[in-house]
């Protein structure tokens, strides 16, 4: 009988504590925003890095891309990767969705100095630097994990 009861005992717990564990993370879909945002970005991919550039015919630079994407779903956002950073709300890496930016700072100053649109899945697309052409990155890669500040979203 004790043999028995100890037996409900521990079925019991292992139900319970099966009951306590975490539910997994369902990944929220984009709005239409946001895949209005991505969908613009993903149709400029291959066009030639221009710096001061936001326009299919002048080609981009990193910050263009984003202002340039943006416009297309009727939402001004501040030209410079530092005003984008200053007027987005902080999203932090783990939350990231796709159509949020992601920003990043390559020297030692406090200033971030490039911008990229998120796309999902540990991927961003964004307007690298001169005489390169805008693509397709990956945001778990070891530089780009180095250099990555936060992430920042607009909302609609």
């Not at 984008?84 to 100095?113: E, M, W």
Request: charged share 20%.
């Amino acid at each position: 009988m004790n043999f028995r009861f100890t037996q409900l005992s521990l079925i019991t717990l292992v139900l319970a504590l099966y009951g306590c564990q975490a539910n997994p993370v369902r990944p929220v879909p984009p709005s239409a925003f946001a895949t209005k945002i991505v969908q613009g970005a993903r149709a400029q991919i291959g066009r030639p890095y221009h710096y001061g550039g936001e326009s299919p015919r002048a080609g981009f630079d990193c910050s263009g891309l984003v202002f340039y994407s943006l416009a297309r779903t009727g939402h001004r956002v501040p030209r410079t990767t530092g005003g984008q950073y200053r007027a987005s709300t902080p999203i932090a890496r783990k939350n990231l969705r796709p159509g949020d930016l992601v920003f990043f700072r390559f020297r030692r100053s406090r200033a971030v100095s490039h911008v990229g649109i998120y796309l999902g899945k540990g991927r961003f697309i964004h307007a690298p630097a001169t005489d390169r052409h805008v693509t397709i990155a990956n945001l778990n890669s070891p530089f780009w994990t180095r250099h990555f500040v936060r992430g920042g979203r607009f909302r609609r």
